[in-house]
């Protein structure tokens, strides 16, 4: 149980475009969902935090006008990365956590590598 | 605010070796949460281990142990006799559930390797 996809897994783009990634819980509902980013050789970095209907809340440093997050249901949150650049390449990666017990957890997905040419 | 600190960028060792992985943790909160990920090359993180702040109970699960000290805010990680198919990134983790959303903090991650 608990499992979290992310698709696409891989997607590459052409600089000015933009790339949606979904993040799906499959067998729970995930009242909060997290998107990271992470670049080569680096630790995972929180972007934001979104809690199912409401708006998310971007740590410092992220444009929330740039890498717009929506979390439209329990089981899915989407990260949309407008107007890409190379510098957004990155690999994304999303987790998802539940109400309480088991899925109090974070759950990671597999994460999706960006690269904008 | 939390933190955690891997000081050990990188680790190469030799198949069949022990290997022991640091972890120093930070805060404030006398209730938290540290985690162990192993991130492979495929890039998906792979749980490891939860350990509440009051749980000092040094845990083993086959080849891995974990060895947890409040005293000296350290969360180690020990892979005996390592195999090539540990070689990955191994990231420690906090969590405090006073965090509006109980947010993780990573630390930079170890890279191990481990030779044939």
């Known amino acids: 149980g608990a499992v979290v996809s992310q698709h696409p897994s891989w997607v590459i783009c052409k600089s000015g475009t933009s790339v949606k990634i979904e993040c799906r819980s499959l067998?729970?509902?995930?009242?909060?969902m997290f998107w990271y980013r992470q670049f080569p050789k680096q630790s995972l970095m929180l972007m934001a935090t979104?809690?199912?209907?409401?708006?998310?809340?971007?740590e410092q440093g992220v444009e929330k006008d740039k890498f717009l997050i929506n979390h439209a249901s329990l089981t899915l949150s989407t990260l949309t990365v407008t107007s890409a650049h190379p510098e957004d390449s990155s690999f994304y990666i999303c987790?998802?956590?539940?109400?309480?017990?088991?899925?109090?957890?974070?759950?990671f997905g597999p994460g999706t590598r960006l690269t904008v040419t | 605010a939390q933190k955690v600190t891997q000081a050990q960028t990188e680790i190469s060792v030799v198949e069949k070796e022990d290997v022991t992985l640091d972890c120093v943790y930070e805060?404030?909160?006398?209730?938290?949460?540290l985690f162990w990920y192993k991130q492979p090359p495929s890039g998906e993180l792979v749980f490891l281990i939860r350990?509440?702040?009051?749980?000092?109970q040094n845990e083993i699960s086959g080849r891995y142990s974990w060895n947890f000290q409040k005293s000296t805010s350290s969360f180690n990680f020990t892979i005996t006799a390592s195999q090539v198919v540990d070689s990955a990134v191994y990231f420690c983790?906090?969590?405090?559930?006073?965090?509006?959303?109980?947010?993780?903090?990573f630390g930079s991650g170890t890279q191990l390797t481990v030779l044939p």
């Open positions: 983790a906090l969590s405090v559930p006073s965090g509006s959303a109980r947010q993780l903090t």
């Open positions: 805060t404030r909160d006398t209730t938290y949460y």
């Open positions: 350990r509440n702040s009051f749980d000092e």
């Open positions: 987790s998802a956590r539940g109400l309480a017990g088991v899925n109090y957890e974070q759950y």
């Open positions: 067998d729970f509902q995930a009242t909060t």
């Open positions: 979104s809690n199912e209907g409401s708006k998310a809340t971007y």
